[in-house]
């Protein structure tokens, strides 16, 4: 089964959690490049996949969230774009289960697009472009673009996958509340970005990262009242996070992240998972939940 075949069975695909923080607990130092550890500790990356596939995700996110050549250029890594991408991904692959999916997770530059920043589109698209190449060929089942806020820089994403494989992929970005529904950081609003990537083809659509689960099921909501038929994708943190004993914490454990999700269930979307903060605990709760 393909994992365009899975969506289009109409049962849920359960995502992973958090790939950042169980990095960190696990010894990533601050400042430190968490895609240089696919070839520097590599048992670790398979570990922390395998440990979301035995707790219940139905598909695993590669660990190149910032594996573009725009982001590693930032750790004089740019020159390993393709290396860091592939291993990524075949760290993943390699204790993939029979049935289960690797998606290979692709995040925002975190830099900006002209006219508003220096980098141009094409250059943008070719930062995303060798991500593509590198994970494609190591056999990913499709891609996640997530934690998106601008419209253009997603579509950069977007062009590159499409010029570079043929897998499908998923769009997600992250929305706060405001006094006029549910916006990025850079303005766009739900309406716009369904709108836009149901022309674009994505085959899941949602949002990931920056609510606790409550939260974003205020934002599915919105999502639903602009398609009820849309291919809804939830990633949410466990909770709001805070500082303890200089750690940064995340306030819902898996029991509570759990007891909540049934609101999000509510709104029928057609992939769950966790993000920021989320372990495989929170996964295995969100697997029972859903098992009920």
């Not at 141009?120 to 996640?144: H, I, L």
Request: charged share 20%; aromatic share 6%; with cysteine.
């Amino acid at each position: 089964m393909t994992l365009t075949e899975r969506i289009e069975s109409r049962k849920i695909l359960i995502l992973d959690g958090a790939t950042g923080s169980q990095l960190i607990a696990r010894g990533l130092s601050a400042g430190e490049c968490p895609e240089l550890w696919n070839v520097s500790h590599p048992e670790i990356i398979k570990d922390i996949a395998a440990s979301y596939f035995t707790a219940g995700s139905d598909a695993v996110l590669t660990n190149t969230f910032g594996g573009s050549l725009l982001k590693l250029k930032a750790y004089k890594l740019e020159s390993r774009a393709y290396e860091l991408n592939f291993e990524g991904a075949k760290n993943a692959i390699s204790v993939k289960p029979e049935g289960k999916f690797v998606v290979g997770s692709i995040g925002p530059s975190g830099l900006m697009l002209e006219p508003f920043g220096d980098i141009p589109a094409d250059e943008m698209t070719v930062s995303f472009t060798v991500q593509v190449k590198a994970m494609a060929d190591a056999g990913v089942d499709g891609f996640m673009l997530e934690t998106f806020t601008d419209l253009g820089e997603i579509h950069c994403a977007i062009q590159a996958v499409k010029e570079n494989s043929s897998l499908p992929f998923f769009a997600s970005m992250t929305f706060g509340n405001t006094h006029d529904g549910h916006k990025t950081m850079m303005g766009v609003g739900v309406k716009e970005f369904v709108e836009a990537m149901q022309t674009a083809g994505a085959l899941l659509i949602g949002s990931n990262c920056g609510n606790g689960i409550l939260k974003m099921a205020e934002l599915a909501k919105e999502f639903r009242s602009v398609s009820a038929t849309a291919n809804l994708m939830l990633k949410a943190n466990a909770g709001e996070p805070h500082l303890h004993d200089g750690q940064l914490c995340y306030s819902e454990s898996p029991e509570l992240f759990a007891a909540n999700l049934k609101e999000l269930l509510r709104l029928e979307p057609s992939a769950v998972g966790g993000c920021c903060g989320t372990t495989p605990e929170h996964i295995k709760m969100i697997h029972q939940t859903i098992s009920l």
